[in-house]
């Protein structure tokens, strides 16, 4: 297997001064993200999910354990720029991550710190806008912008940068259902094209999209699957403080009304096609 990320034995823990106790937010976690894949990451607040993401990324270093970003190790100073430039980072709050007056100098930021020549950083800055369906906000002011645009603006930002794989933090958190919508949209294009997705969600129904599903709990990996392995463990899961799936929930209740829904059915469009067999 090709393997974009390698964590071995990760463990990571906050210090906050002499007094007081570390915490642990990462408990020995191996793990490997293949190259192109998608994954999706889930676990109740606390979870160590942000940690996690920020492991991958450089922006924390390991406390124990290490982590391999395109075979770059995160531990070595010299590699900390080919480790940003592989994994590029989307996080919650939109606001926080623009930084100019006008949309196109945001989406440009990221390529200028790589020193990419003029004449290229504005070939990217229009593809990443097309590809996040901003192309006529080009000179507009990212304040007067949505929400879920704003996002959009974020997302090209990152992907300006040519990462090979992106890492989302709970990207739709503050969006309402449409912008929602559009960022998946996105997400899912970007997975096309290549690029292996790391999206950390707390909706079932974006993470039933990914190829993979993994759920923390205090720090360590609970569950590890496909969508389907993962989701008909319904009983660990809700152990975890966690929802299913609304298609896992109602083929439960299904089952307990005696019709003998298949447990793996995760998605609307197959509990449809389940259901449309009976008329
Ligand atoms: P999640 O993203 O799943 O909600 P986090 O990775 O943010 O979880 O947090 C994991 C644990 O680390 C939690 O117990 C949290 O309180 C703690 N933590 C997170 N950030 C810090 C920090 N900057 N300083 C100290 N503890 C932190
Ligand atoms: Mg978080």
Not at 31 to 59: D, P, Q, V, Y
Not at 132 to 149: C, D, I, R, T
Not at 232 to 258: C, F
Request: aromatic content about 6%.
């Amino acid at each position: 297997m090709d393997n974009i990320i390698t964590i071995e034995n990760l463990t990571f823990e906050y210090t906050r001064g002499e007094e007081s106790d570390p915490v642990k937010a990462i408990d020995n976690i191996s793990l490997e993200i293949e190259r192109g894949s998608f994954t999706a990451i889930i676990g109740k607040n606390g979870s160590g999910k942000s940690t996690l993401a920020k492991n991958l990324n450089g922006l924390l270093l390991p406390t124990e354990g290490a982590v391999y970003v395109n075979g770059y190790d995160t531990r070595d100073d010299d590699n900390i720029w080919n480790v940003r430039q592989t994994a590029g980072m989307v996080f919650q709050n939109p606001d926080n991550q623009l930084v100019s007056a006008i949309v196109e100098d945001d989406v440009a930021f990221g390529p200028e710190n790589l020193g990419v020549d003029p004449a290229e950083i504005r070939r990217r800055v229009d593809k990443a806008l097309e590809d996040v369906n901003m192309g006529q906000y080009k000179k507009k002011a990212p304040h007067l912008l949505s929400g879920g645009q704003k996002q959009r603006i974020a997302i090209a930002g990152v992907v300006a940068m040519k990462p090979k794989c992106i890492i989302f933090d709970e990207p739709t958190a503050m969006l309402d259902p449409k912008g929602r919508g559009e960022i998946m949209s996105i997400i899912d294009e970007l997975h096309k094209e290549g690029i292996t997705v790391i999206l950390i969600t707390h909706f079932m129904d974006e993470a039933v999209r990914a190829d993979r599903v993994i759920i923390m709990n205090e720090g360590r990996i609970l569950l590890d699957g496909t969508p389907r392995q993962v989701f008909r463990q319904e009983e660990l899961i809700r152990s975890a403080n966690l929802d299913v799936p609304l298609m896992v929930e109602m083929g439960a209740k299904l089952r307990e009304r005696g019709i003998d829904v298949p447990a793996d059915i995760i998605t609307e469009e197959k509990m449809v096609e389940f259901i449309c067999q009976y008329e």
